[in-house]
């Protein structure tokens, strides 16, 4: 099973996800993004860091690189797609996942540890999860504060698309109905602020995301 990391200038966490997804069982294959074509590849990942800089709008120059035309196409064939931290600010973005990714409330980078709770186990993502279940994954982010208008947030709801929630007693970032993660309309496409990749191994204090990137391999 192979897995297409995209890697931006600026981003920084492609070496954690490779290694999370080589625990897991895949091979890792670094994908420029400059790159007009993608490896065969049965799951493409945009990892975190600050792509561009974080200049205009993070995500936002990053989903116009070359690779992106070939994600989006990848996408629609029905490949999983996974995108955390900026990768979901550039999935959003992107178009693939609804939604925008603005300044935490504090106005502050937000870098700890923090409790998430699964809303939603159907996807290919999270089948190893419980509805209910809380994790602890770390964040490392300034711009996590995820909003949408009305429509946005009832088609989710009602698409049952809110895959992962913020359950600390603290506000972590200001998200609307403290949304950390959400999928597309055929459950493929899966972005989160948080990362479930420095959460593999006992040495970082939790190995609370190994079942994600499990789950993804198994179904890919």
């Known amino acids: 099973m192979r897995a297409a990391i995209v890697v931006f200038p600026g981003t920084n966490r492609e070496r954690d996800a490779a290694r999370a997804l080589a625990r897991a069982g895949a091979t890792p294959v670094m994908v420029w993004h400059k790159d007009t074509d993608l490896p065969p590849a049965d799951l493409i990942v ?87 279940q809380t994790l602890d994954v770390p964040v490392a982010h300034g711009e996590g504060n995820w909003q949408g208008d009305d429509a946005t947030v009832a088609a989710l709801e009602a698409g049952n698309r809110i895959i992962f929630r913020y359950a600390d007693a603290r506000t972590v970032n200001g998200s609307l109905g403290e949304i950390a993660g959400s999928c597309s309309v055929n459950r493929r496409v899966l972005g989160l602020m948080p990362h479930p990749e420095n959460a593999v191994d006992p040495l970082t204090g939790s190995t609370d995301g190994a079942a994600l990137f499990q789950a993804a391999v198994e179904a890919a």
Request: aromatic letters at 8%; glycine letters at 12%.
């Open 46 to 132: 945009l990892p975190g860091g600050f792509a561009f800089g974080d200049y205009l709008r993070t995500g936002a120059i990053a989903a116009h690189s070359p690779v992106m035309r070939e994600v989006v196409a990848a996408a629609g064939r029905g490949v999983l797609v996974l995108g955390m931290c900026n990768g979901f600010q550039i999935l959003c973005e992107a178009g693939l996942l609804p939604g925008v990714l603005m300044r935490n409330t504090s106005l502050k980078f937000v870098c700890r540890s923090v409790t998430l709770e699964v809303a939603a186990t159907d996807t290919p993502f999270t089948r190893r999860y419980t509805v209910g």
